[in-house]
């Protein structure tokens, strides 16, 4: 659906006068995190499902807050797309047709979708066309209801968070070796000596460049060498198909950078059931159970609500991912790449101790 039929659609659902209302905190990233001046912007969404509707109604606010700042602007909101679907025809003919050296806006509840002879990568299609863009995915779990969560993640002073976050980023970089205990049990070595930290900090003014929002961690892959011990998973881990707030802990034992067991119980098995079905349908199996990331959540405005676009950037938390971080720097192509965020970490970076 193009930009009427969009706003119709929103219009007829009781969602535009949510939209208008959460366009006015979205106005203050278009400056200190995509530069704007007189770009076009294409904003993608889609209309979620029923009662998770945060996809659609971000879509229409980021919409109805450039048109407030006078950009032109378009909106698109396709039906949810999942891994393997393609995404709209009209999605598509809009990215294709957008000149280079403009911005795109992604909400989705989902995925975006295959965007076919555009590229199997989005990020690679945005840095050759110079683009810049933003993105909020797997929105599908969060409760229309809840969307102010995701805002006030959002409503943080740029300025100093990325001046925090280039600060942690150089530390991380720097370090060989990271060391991160956590009260409930987590005892992990990780090796990155060698290997670039990325701060993900809302700063996409560059052409070719984009990332979340919210914003808010400092991240990187390891290097192939040595990650052993164990991590408890106390905050949300991420399914193929969901983002679980956490009861009961998950233990993982990892040793070569593999997840040798997991333990626990309900959460525990939806995991164990995502990776064994991973393994199942990918090209590479034994990359399903790699250790892929570390990432040290940084946003004070951020808490666990069991969307993991918010969830991983929470101060006072970190998580790693399983999976591929090909796009990142590393060397691990998988099918999947699901992140598990875990609570009240200290950090060692080369035996000092990290302070946040």
Not at 229 to 252: A, K, M, Q, Y
Not at 321 to 339: C, E, M, P, Q, R
Request: a neutral charge.
């Amino acid at each position: 659906m193009e930009t009427l039929e969009s706003l119709k659609w929103l219009k007829e659902h009781n969602l535009y006068d949510l939209a208008c209302r959460v366009a006015l905190s979205l106005k203050k990233v278009f400056t200190p995190c995509l530069a704007v001046k007189d770009e076009k912007v294409l904003i993608v969404g889609d209309i979620g499902y029923e009662n998770r509707n945060a996809a659609a109604v971000l879509s229409c606010a980021y919409y109805l807050a450039a048109e407030q700042l006078k950009l032109d602007a378009k909106l698109i909101l396709q039906e949810v797309k999942s891994r393997g679907d393609i995404s709209d025809e009209d999605v598509i003919r809009s990215l294709s047709e957008i000149k280079s050296g403009n911005i795109i806006i992604l909400n989705m509840s989902d995925k975006l979708g295959n965007i076919q002879e555009l590229g199997k990568s989005f990020r690679r299609w945005v840095s050759k066309r110079q683009h810049r863009f933003i993105s909020a995915m797997s929105l599908g779990d969060l409760a229309t209801s809840n969307i102010d969560l995701i805002l006030k993640a959002i409503d943080v002073n740029y300025k100093p968070l990325q001046t925090q976050h280039e600060e942690i980023r150089q530390k991380l970089e720097n370090a060989k070796e990271v060391h991160i205990t956590t009260p409930a049990g987590t005892d992990l070595y990780y090796n990155k000596s060698g290997i670039k930290a990325i701060a993900a900090d809302g700063n996409y003014a560059m052409p070719g460049t984009g990332g979340n929002l919210p914003a808010g961690e400092v991240y990187a892959p390891p290097n192939g060498k040595r990650i052993e011990g164990r991590i408890v998973i106390d905050g949300s881990s991420r399914t193929h198909e969901h983002t679980i707030l956490i009861r009961n802990p998950i233990e993982l034992t990892i040793q070569n950078g593999n997840i040798t067991e997991i333990k626990g119980h309900e959460e525990a098995r939806q995991l164990e059931n995502t990776l064994k079905w991973a393994a199942g349908v990918a090209k590479n199996p034994g990359n399903v159970r790699r250790i892929c990331e570390l990432g040290i959540g940084l946003n004070p405005k951020a808490s666990i609500i069991g969307a993991m676009i918010v969830d991983d950037k929470t101060l006072g938390t970190a998580h790693i991912g399983i999976g591929s971080n090909y796009w990142f720097g590393g060397n691990i192509y998988a099918i999947i790449h699901l992140d598990q965020v875990f609570k009240n970490p200290t950090i060692y970076l080369d035996d000092e101790l990290l302070k946040i």
